[in-house]
């Protein structure tokens, strides 16, 4: 019973920050992508004959921005799907005992 | 039972099997975790295979160049190399003869590692499996961190040595401690160029790691789904993940040339 209160502790706790990973990322990447997107068009509607050369450097900068949402993304999926290595923790020093 | 990773007992389970290396022990010679002096068999076969492959391919299409009749094999090649020209005229307006054939062989190598992603994941684990093979085996090179990070370390050395070609030892330490708050701050010069240096190679791994492993691990959710739905949901992944595997290719190329001529000028 002990143990089943532990667990369900670490539980909850890993659902509320892979949320907080899954979603702030999101909502970063959402606005980011936004503001890029919008500048792009406001500069294409400027100067039409630079398009090619924008659309490049934008999505050099799409790449940059992904980056670091897919990897708090990640690591919030790990969390949720792999296996918790908090978890896992409190599991081995239980056996143990 | 060999192969508890072909039939394993949760999802979690079954996830984590795929996310582990072949790992050879450098100290007893076995298969298992050793610490630093382990080596990623697969991610080194992997590398090595595509890049014999596709620099060979490069290669075998320079040697027999026809300017009559280029065929297709010919003309994707061209493309390829004039387009990396093309961006490192752009970006960088020294003269080398060492940046443009860098960006090429890491966009070329990046991008044909990124793109077994692409495959399904059980395929080789379940092809080598028929031929006897029961050990862990993770297809993408590029969501190894000891990739990425051999890539950008050799990128960061190149950077500090077309530093130190391009001033000279005296032009460098002067950059180093008069840069941007001037002489008499230069503690707080130091530190910032310490940091600026620093962050170089560690995001250029990570933002590549990230992608892949992102991608990996969303494709290996898509194979835990029933079978009704993975072709939906894995279709639609894949072909947004072509976009990601292009961009990131393009991106570690793109910011290996901007660094390179940074440290030019």
Known sequence: MELAHLIAGIQSITVIAAAGLIAIAAFGTALSFGMLGGKFLESIARQPELAPMLTMRMFVMAGLIDAFAAISV??????VFGSNPFLVAVLSAAANR | ????????????????????????????????????WTLNLDT???????????????????????????????????????????????VFHGKSALIAPLALTIFVWILSLNALDLLPVDLLIRI????????????????????????????FALIIFYNFKAKGFK?????????????WLFPLNVTFRLI??????????LRLFGNMFAGELIFLLIA??????QWTAGGIWSIFHILVITIQAFVFMMLTIIYLSMAHE
């Open chain 2, 44 to 90: 080194l076969a992997l590398t090595i295979i595509f890049g014999v492959l596709f620099f060979g391919l490069f290669y075998f299409v320079v040697t027999r160049l026809s300017s009559e009749v280029p065929g297709k094999l010919q003309n994707a090649v061209e493309m390829t190399i004039e387009f990396v020209q093309q961006l490192v005229k752009e």
């Open chain 2, 128 to 155: 080598l499996f028929c031929f006897g093979f029961a050990h862990h085996f993770r297809l993408v090179p590029t969501d190894d961190p000891n990739f990425t990070f051999a890539l950008s370390l050799s990128v």
């Open chain 2, 1 to 36: 039972m060999t192969a508890n990773f072909l039939h394993p007992a949760t999802s979690g389970e079954y996830i984590q099997h795929h996310l582990e290396y072949l790992q050879l022990n450098l100290r007893t010679f076995t298969m298992e975790k050793g610490g630093f």
């Open chain 1, 74 to 79: 990640a690591t919030g999926l790990l969390l």
């Open chain 2, 171 to 183: 032009g460098v330490t002067k950059e180093v401690l008069t840069v941007p708050f001037g002489k």
């Open chain 2, 224 to 229: 835990t789904m029933p079978w009704w739905i």
């Open chain 2, 196 to 205: 600026e240096e620093l962050v170089k190679p560690i995001s250029l791994s």
